[in-house]
């Protein structure tokens, strides 16, 4: 992942969903439990992508913390074990 040219959008959104997601299955987390955290990340991350637009004073803190959240999947392996399936 080249973080030199992150861009905030949807499309980013469901990676970053879909690679915290499989970060979670690698701590074991399966069934219900794994389906509940999923909904959780999901909520939380588009409340936040939509925050940017409704306080856009907040909007560079928001990009920040995708920005970060990029990195650390991109470091933990999971963004490119995504890519490789998207």
């Known amino acids: 992942m080249d973080l030199g040219q992150f861009v905030l959008n949807p499309a980013t959104l469901v990676?970053?969903?879909f690679g915290l997601v499989e970060y979670v299955k690698?701590?074991?987390v399966?069934?219900?439990g794994l389906r509940a955290i999923s909904m959780a990340l999901g909520v939380?991350?588009?409340v936040a992508y939509r925050l940017r637009e409704a306080e856009p004073e907040w909007a560079g803190?928001?990009?920040i913390a995708f920005?970060?959240?990029a990195a650390g999947l991109a470091a933990?392996?999971?963004y490119d074990f995504l890519k490789?399936?998207?």
């Open 15 to 17: 990676v970053l969903i």
């Open 84 to 86: 490789s399936r998207l």
């Open 67 to 69: 920005f970060g959240l």
């Open 30 to 32: 399966q069934g219900n």
């Open 26 to 28: 690698g701590f074991g």
């Open 61 to 63: 803190w928001i990009e």
């Open 76 to 78: 933990s392996g999971v």
């Open 44 to 46: 939380a991350l588009a």
